[in-house]
């Protein structure tokens, strides 16, 4: 009876290979996954940024002519009850 034994490296089986190159394949994927949602993400935030920037323009400037024309009936009304009282005290002279 012969014992053989041979001092050889374990060679390794197609199945190892394989389930190598599937676990690196997902990494990958997973990686480009997260920077392609990075990116998408970045892109919707800084369009998101812009509408919301512009509508508060469009709000604020509104709010500034209102404002603008608050006052342009005021300062009337305070000079038409000035002219009115200038009158009604030069009239009681």
């Not at 998408?40 to 209102?66: D, F, G, P, R």
């Not at 404002?67 to 009158?87: G, P, S, W």
Request: charged share 25%.
């Amino acid at each position: 009876m012969e014992n053989k034994f041979e001092n050889e490296p374990k060679t390794v089986s197609e199945n190892t290979i394989v389930t190598r190159k599937v676990e690196n394949a997902k990494k990958e994927g997973i990686t480009k996954g997260a920077l392609t949602t990075g990116i998408i993400s970045i892109i919707l935030l800084m369009l998101l940024s812009v509408l919301v920037w512009s509508l508060y323009k469009k709000e604020h400037n509104s709010q500034l002519a209102l404002m603008e024309e608050q006052k342009i009936v005021f300062f009337r009304a305070v000079n038409c009850t000035r002219l009115y009282d200038q009158r009604l005290a030069g009239s009681l002279r």
